[in-house]
T-cell receptor, first 114, second 111 residues
């Protein structure tokens, strides 16, 4: 069982570069989300999706775009990387549209912006 | 006041000790509550849900106090493997952040 798969696991970018963090789940989960985790800040929601074709902004959406063209995939795009986006990024999914379901997290992507 | 607050710790306890963490929340409309565990440099994993009547899973007991707006996690007979950061999660079906994570409480169990 793959669960939630994030790629890449590590990435170093230069300021101004763009890239896409991939997230895929094979559990047919409707709800997917992206978080960033910084020391002393906890997990902060970037964007989330309650189903294919539907996305919404979370707490810290600026500088990031998402799309949800399929149930399985929820990529996160950094449009023009900035050092403030250095962080650990987690993708999560849960069953159905109810938020009372446990969140399944990917292993995380450690991103450094120079 | 932050919506979800936890004592960051660290809590350093000897093996076999009982330790308790609290998590307070400010939004009275919050509907569901969970405890997650996160090991160093790993992803968070669900530890247990928190039910209104309180619930137990082995050495772990979770309780909810809606009147005072806090949830608690009690760990009995602590093991070295319990060392981790414990995150509380509050769910509300409003606003742009339906799930709110606390910053976590770090526990170190010492031999």
């Amino acid at each position: 069982n793959a669960g939630v798969t994030q790629t890449p696991k590590f990435q170093v970018l230069k300021t101004g570069q763009s890239m896409t963090l991939q997230c895929a789940q094979d559990m047919n989960h409707e709800y997917m989300s992206w978080y960033r985790q910084d020391p002393g800040m906890g997990l902060r929601l970037i964007h989330y999706s309650v189903g294919a074709g539907i996305t919404d902004q979370g707490e810290v959406p600026n500088g990031y775009n998402v799309s949800r063209s399929t149930t399985e995939d929820f990529p996160l795009r950094l449009l023009s990387a900035a050092p403030s986006q250095t962080s650990v990024y987690f993708c999560a999914s849960s069953r159905t549209g109810s938020l009372n379901q446990p969140q399944h997290f990917g292993d995380g992507t450690r991103l450094s912006i120079l | 006041r932050k919506e979800v607050e936890q004592d960051p710790g660290p809590f350093n306890v000897p093996e076999g000790a009982t330790v308790a963490f609290n998590c307070t929340y400010s939004n009275s409309a919050s509907q569901s509550f969970f405890w997650y565990r996160q090991d160093c440099r790993k992803e968070p994993k669900l530890l247990m849900s928190v039910y209104s009547s309180g619930n137990e899973d082995g050495r772990f007991t979770a309780q909810l106090n809606r009147a005072s707006q806090y949830i608690s996690l009690l760990i009995r007979d602590s093991k070295l493997s319990d060392s981790a950061t414990y995150l509380c999660v509050v769910i509300r079906n409003s606003g742009n952040t339906p799930l709110v994570f606390g910053k976590g409480t770090r526990l170190s169990v010492i031999a």
